[in-house]
């Protein structure tokens, strides 16, 4: 047999042997694929029943006066109306933690079409002894009267390495709320979930 015969015989047992394991991947994966059975009410109950209830409490973190410029309407986008609100300064005090917000920052704004406001705040926090930590706060308004108000948030805190880094390793979780006529600003409350 020449070398181009054997050459095409060993090609095309290998192709084969591929076409062959690819065909057994797919019924694995189809197989790994099918819907677990519905677990019954019973055996529900005994699987909670065997992990003691982990509660989730809140501590809180800082408060935060951020100082904020008139907002700026960017208009309509396919999602809802946009704005962005400049953050001009502000000031910060926790148990473990103090410092300023620095200016420069922007709060971009959604409202969407059921009035349901979304925030997404990114902005700098200097502690007292110097550190830069980086903020990005999401928050969800919805204000359906003035007597019925959720305001409620989501943060990221980024802080170097060093006696601020634990704000790297929790869940921090906030309220916003106004403090117009008073001052141009907002408070922040921020929480880390226990």
Known sequence: MSQN??????????????????????????????????????????????????????????????????????????????RIVPIT?????????SGTVESGGADRQLIRGDGV????????????DGAVLSVVNNVLIDQPTPEQRYARSFLTVTAPTGPHDWLNRRILIGTLNSLRPSRDAVLIRVFVLT
Do not use: C, H, N, W
């Not at 290998?14 to 677990?39: C, E, H, R």
């Open 117 to 128: 406001r979304m925030l997404e705040a990114t902005y700098e926090l200097r502690t007292d």
């Open 89 to 97: 300064g502000g000031r910060f005090k926790g148990p473990r933690i």
């Open 5 to 82: 015969i054997q050459r095409r015989v060993m090609l095309g047992a290998g192709l084969a042997s591929v076409a062959g394991l690819a065909t057994a991947g797919s019924a694995a994966a189809a197989d790994k694929a099918k819907p677990t059975p519905p677990l019954p009410d019973k055996k529900f109950e005994e699987l909670l029943a065997g992990v003691p209830m982990d509660r989730v409490g809140a501590e809180l973190a800082f408060e935060a006066v951020v100082d904020i410029a008139p907002a700026e309407d960017l208009g309509d986008g396919p999602l809802g109306g946009r």
